[in-house]
């Protein structure tokens, strides 16, 4: 089962937030669409979902069609996962 993550541990983590444009989406949850995720290769990447706080890994083809999904238990499978794919020491 999932674990959530909060967000001040996804920033300090180091993941991008993109911003973006959607009016629905803003008259229905009052704050601004964002994608947070952080790049670990050029087809495998970490998404974090604002609205659950929960995280997946994602492996996705050139045409970034996604091929698999992994859910991520909890911080400290995150911060392995991380470790794994970077150089980056987290603890």
Excluded: C
């Amino acid at each position: 089962m999932q674990e959530k993550i909060i967000y001040s541990d996804i920033m300090a983590l180091e993941f991008n937030e993109d911003y973006q444009d959607d009016l629905i989406y803003f008259e229905e949850f009052g704050y601004d669409y964002v994608i947070i995720t952080k790049k670990l290769t050029d087809n495998i990447f970490i998404d974090w979902a604002k609205e659950t706080q929960f995280a997946q890994l994602i492996r996705h083809d050139t045409d970034h069609t996604i091929k698999k999904q992994y859910p991520v238990k909890n911080l400290k499978e995150l911060k392995e996962i991380i470790n794994f794919f970077t150089d980056d020491i987290l603890y």
